[in-house]
């Protein structure tokens, strides 16, 4: 069970930094490569992973 705990903290606090830093540079690297349309809908697919995965690994109080 520590380690299952220890690796659901760590997956809590990289979730934040993660989406932080891979919107903002893999957006505009599609948008500059394949084109406007891909980097929109990449930033629509990433944003809702981003969003459920901050959901997933949000800690409540009870």
Same mark, same amino acid.
């Given at each position: 069970m520590g380690v299952n705990r220890k690796a659901?903290?760590?997956i809590v606090?990289?979730?934040p930094?993660?989406?932080a830093?891979?919107?903002p540079v *893999? %957006?505009?690297l599609?948008?500059?490569k394949v084109g406007i349309g891909a980097g929109v809908g990449l930033a *629509? %697919?990433?944003s809702s992973l981003w969003f459920v995965g901050m959901l997933k690994t949000s800690e409540m109080p009870h």
């Open positions: 659901l903290r760590w606090a990289i979730t930094v993660a989406g830093v891979a919107f *893999l %957006v505009p599609t948008m500059a *629509l %697919v990433l």
